[in-house]
C-alpha cells in the first residue's frame, strides 16, 4: 500500500485557511482532543459541520490539516478540479491504468458476474440456516459473515478464482490483513504523529502494518502467479474466452499500451490490491448497513420482499434482467449508502489553486477532505436527514436535488469504477437475503458506526435472522 503524503505548514495555506472559521485546535494535538471517542467522531464531525456551513479546517497533530467540506457545492468545485489521490496512483499512470481498467466493467463482462454474486450469496445463507437452527436465540454479528461472501464473489468474479473462503476458515488471513490494514492505515492518519514511514515501523502499529501488508501481497501474489502459468498455457487469449468468460485479470495481463508495453509485476500487484480491496470491504460494508437499515424498517423490508417475489414469480435464480426492475429495493440501496455511506469521506490534494463559489480560495497543494458522510447528512440539504425515507430516491424527488448531494461513490473523473457491479452485487444480495430471510434488530448489541477507510461498527452488525418458507 502507498505510503500517506502529509502536509506540512505552509504560510500560503495557512493564510488561506483563515477565512475558514473552525474548531480551534491544540498546538500539537490539533482537533483529535476534542474527539473523546473513536464513536463519537461521526457525531460531532455533524456538530462541526452545522456550525461551520461549507467546509472548515481539521487539525490532524499540529502540522497537518485538511479543509474539510460537507456541502455539495464545494464537493461539486473540487471533484471538476485535478487532484492527487492520498492512497491511489496519480497522474499518467492514474490515466492509463484507468483506461485500461474500464473494459473489465464492460456490461457483456458484468453480466456474467450475477449468477457468480447469487452462487456466494447462497453459501453464506446456507450458513446462517445452520447457524441459527444450532442456537436460534443468538443474533449473527453481519459483518464478518459479509465480508466473506463479497471477498469470494469479487475473486470469482474479477479473478475466476473459487476460493471457498466462505467455507475454509484457511484464506481469512486475507480477510484480516486487509482488516488490520485499513484499521492502521487510518489510525496513522487520523494521529498525524507518523510522517516518517522510517519511524511508524518501529512501532507496533508500525510492525503490524508491514506483517497485515506482507500477508496480503503473498495472497494477491499467489493469485497472479496461477493466472499466469495458465495464460502460459493456454497461449492465446481466444482459446480461453472459448472456455470462460474473461475477467479483470486476463484484461490487466494482457493489456499493453501504444508500444506494446504490458503493466510491470508491481503495477499488475497494485492493481491487484486495490481491486481486493476496494472490491469487497466497500461492498461488504454497504450490505452490512443496508441489512441494518432493513431490519429497523420492517415496512420497507417487506415492500422489497413483495417486489422481488413479483419480479421472479416461480423462479429462484436472479438474472440480469431482472436487476433493472428492482426499482424500490434501488431507492432502499440508495437511501441505506445515503445514511451509511460505506467509504465516508475522500481526500485530495489539489494540484492547481481552486476559487469556490463565495470566493474563498485555497492555493495549490492545499490538503482537503470532502465528507460524504456530513453532506449525506447536511439539514440545507436533506429534509430530516436523520429519517430513512427510500422516495428521497424516486425520479422525481432525485431529478430535483443538487448533482452533488448524494455522492457514495464520489463523482468526477475519479469517481467509483466498480459503482454497477457494487449495485448489482447489493441488489442481489439483497434479495436472495430477503427471500429467505426475515430481519429484525438486536437491541442489546446496537451498532457504533466508526469511519475507518471504510464505514464499521466499532461493536459489529448484530441481527436476528428469522428462516422464511
Ligand atoms: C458500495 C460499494 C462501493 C463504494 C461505496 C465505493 C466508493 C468509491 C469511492 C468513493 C471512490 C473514490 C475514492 C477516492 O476518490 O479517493 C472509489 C474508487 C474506486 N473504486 Fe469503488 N466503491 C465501491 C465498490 C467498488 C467495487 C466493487 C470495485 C471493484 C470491483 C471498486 C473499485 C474502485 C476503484 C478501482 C477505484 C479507484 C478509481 C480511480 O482512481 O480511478 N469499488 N470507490
Not at 492465446?236 to 493489456?255: P, V
Not at 417487506?302 to 436472479?318: G, Q
Amino acid at each position: 500500500m502507498k505510503v500517506i503524503q502529509l502536509y506540512y505548514k505552509k504560510q500560503a495555506h495557512l493564510k488561506a485557511l483563515e477565512s475558514f472559521p473552525g474548531p480551534p485546535p491544540h498546538w500539537l494535538y490539533g482537533n483529535i482532543p476534542q474527539i473523546t471517542s473513536h464513536r463519537e467522531e461521526l457525531n460531532i464531525m455533524l456538530n462541526w459541520a452545522e456550525k461551520y456551513p461549507y467546509a472548515y479546517p481539521r487539525w490532524f497533530g499540529g502540522f497537518l490539516c485538511f479543509l474539510i467540506v460537507n456541502h455539495p457545492d464545494y464537493a461539486k468545485a473540487i471533484f471538476g478540479r485535478g487532484g492527487k489521490g492520498l492512497l491511489i496512483l496519480n497522474g499518467p499512470k492514474w490515466h492509463q491504468h484507468r483506461r485500461l481498467l474500464t473494459p473489465a466493467f464492460h456490461y457483456d463482462i458484468l453480466k456474467p458476474y450475477v449468477a457468480k454474486i447469487a452462487d456466494s450469496t447462497k453459501v453464506m445463507l446456507d450458513k446462517w440456516e445452520k447457524l441459527i437452527a444450532q442456537n436460534p436465540t443468538k443474533s449473527l454479528e453481519m459483518f464478518e459473515h459479509i465480508s466473506l461472501m463479497t471477498l469470494d464473489s469479487i475473486m470469482k468474479c474479477a479473478f475466476s478464482y473459487k476460493s471457498n473462503c466462505q467455507t475454509e476458515r484457511e484464506l481469512n488471513y486475507y480477510v484480516k490483513a486487509v482488516s488490520d490494514l485499513t484499521y492502521l492505515a487510518f489510525k496513522r492518519i487520523t494521529s498525524g504523529s507518523f510522517r516518517s514511514d522510517l519511524l511508524y515501523l518501529c512501532t507496533s502499529s508500525g510492525r503490524r502494518f508491514k506483517e497485515a501488508c506482507m500477508l496480503a501481497h503473498l495472497h494477491t501474489e499467489k493469485v497472479i502467479e496461477e493466472r499466469k502459468k495458465s495464460l502460459q498455457n493456454e497461449r492465446e487469449l481466444e482459446k480461453i474466452q472459448q472456455k470462460r468468460h474473461l475477467d479483470f485479470l486476463d484484461i490487466l495481463l494482457c493489456a499493453k499500451d501504444e508500444n506494446g508495453v504490458g503493466l510491470s509485476d508491481e503495477d499488475l500487484r497494485a492493481e491487484v490490491d486495490t481491486f481486493m480491496f476496494e472490491g469487497h470491504d466497500t461492498t461488504a460494508s454497504g450490505i452490512s448497513w443496508l441489512l441494518y437499515s432493513m431490519a429497523q424498517q420492517p415496512e420497507h423490508q417487506e415492500r422489497c420482499r413483495e417486489e422481488i417475489k413479483d419480479i421472479l414469480e416461480d423462479r429462484e435464480d436472479i438474472q440480469w434482467d431482472d436487476l433493472s426492475k428492482m426499482t424500490y429495493i434501488t431507492m432502499c440501496i440508495k437511501e441505506s449508502l445515503r445514511l451509511y455511506p460505506p467509504v465516508p469521506g475522500v481526500s485530495r490534494q489539489m494540484s492547481k489553486p481552486i476559487t469556490f463559489f463565495d470566493g474563498r480560495t485555497l492555493p495549490k497543494d492545499s490538503m482537503v477532505a470532502i465528507s460524504i458522510h456530513s453532506i449525506h447528512r447536511n439539514p440545507t440539504v436533506w429534509k430530516d436527514p436523520e429519517i430513512f425515507d427510500p422516495t428521497r430516491f424516486s425520479a422525481e424527488n432525485s431529478s430535483r436535488r443538487h448533482p452533488h448531494a448524494f455522492i457514495p461513490f464520489a463523482a468526477g473523473s475519479r469517481n467509483c469504477i466498480g459503482q454497477q457491479f457494487a449495485m448489482n452485487e447489493m441488489k442481489i444480495a439483497l434479495a436472495l437475503i430477503l427471500l429467505h430471510f426475515e430481519i429484525f434488530p438486536d437491541p442489546a448489541n446496537p451498532p457504533f458506526p466508526v469511519p475507518q477507510l471504510v464505514l464499521k461498527s466499532e461493536t459489529g452488525i448484530h441481527l436476528f435472522l428469522k428462516k422464511l418458507k
